[in-house]
């Protein structure tokens, strides 16, 4: 099956239950083409906030998942982290309807961080259908780059700070246009403590349960899972 068939496919179950949910009137139009509209993608976050459960870590399971990942926690200057990852751009260009395109890229976001086991693969072929950047022949593959590699406002969302490993769960901005970003590695000079990135390494945990618990409901609903086929 396709990711376009997939993708409406459960769009429509989601904006069923968020029908029955109460979070959204039964004349709303239903997916087309793989897109809602902007109300019921407003309705469905609503559903998924309220419906799924997402267990906080505990200081015992942060402390271990940072000392099986330390190097994925180590922030880095402008110039001296690096990280490899790949992307799904979805480029501005003259005459596009914005809020299609940013409709386009957060279905893509929301497939691809329920992608679970198979999500290489996944990310792959989302990016050879999807991008419109050169990369997305080579599966979105970007390399391994550094903050003065990218533009600025790229850079931003990336580095300065920033640790996560894995799809990020935001569309990144840039002058292109909308990106599904996956940070694949990062590489620092200098592992930091666990104190000093407590909360990057319950953000990342987080991300982890929040994955988990949008497959089960999807499996309850007898939605597709993964999303992206």
């Known amino acids: 099956m396709t990711a ?7 769009l429509e179950r989601l904006q069923h239950e968020a029908v029955r949910a109460g979070l959204l009137d039964a004349d709303e139009p ?13 309705a469905i976050e609503a559903l998924l906030e309220r419906e799924l459960r997402v267990p906080e870590p505990d200081e015992a399971a942060c402390r271990r998942h940072h ?15 690096r990280a ?3 992307h799904v751009l979805f480029a501005v260009t003259p005459g596009v309807d914005i809020a299609l395109l940013r409709q386009r890229a957060e279905a893509c976001l929301i497939d691809l961080r329920a992608a679970g086991a198979e999500a290489d693969t996944r990310f792959a072929k989302a990016a050879r259908e999807l991008s419109n ?9 970007l390399g391994t780059l550094s903050a003065d590699d990218c533009a600025p406002e790229f850079a931003r969302e990336i580095f300065f ?3 996560e490993v894995g799809v990020l769960p ?11 970003v996956e940070v694949l590695q990062r590489h620092a000079g200098e592992v930091p403590p666990f104190e000093a990135v407590r909360a990057a390494v319950a953000q990342s945990l987080r991300q982890q349960a929040y994955v988990t618990a949008l497959r089960q409901y999807l499996q309850v609903l007898g939605a597709p899972t993964p999303l992206v086929q």
């Open 4 to 10: 376009e068939l997939h993708t409406q496919e459960t």
């Open 133 to 141: 950047c050169p990369s997305g022949a080579e599966g979105g593959e």
């Open 30 to 42: 239903p997916p087309a083409d793989g897109i809602a509209s902007a109300t019921a993608a407003e």
């Open 84 to 86: 490899r990852m790949r």
């Open 67 to 81: 000392a099986a990942n330390p190097a994925r926690f180590a922030p880095g200057g402008a110039g001296s982290e």
């Open 170 to 180: 935001r569309l990144v901005h840039s002058r292109f246009g909308l990106h599904v």
């Open 161 to 163: 700070g920033h640790t």
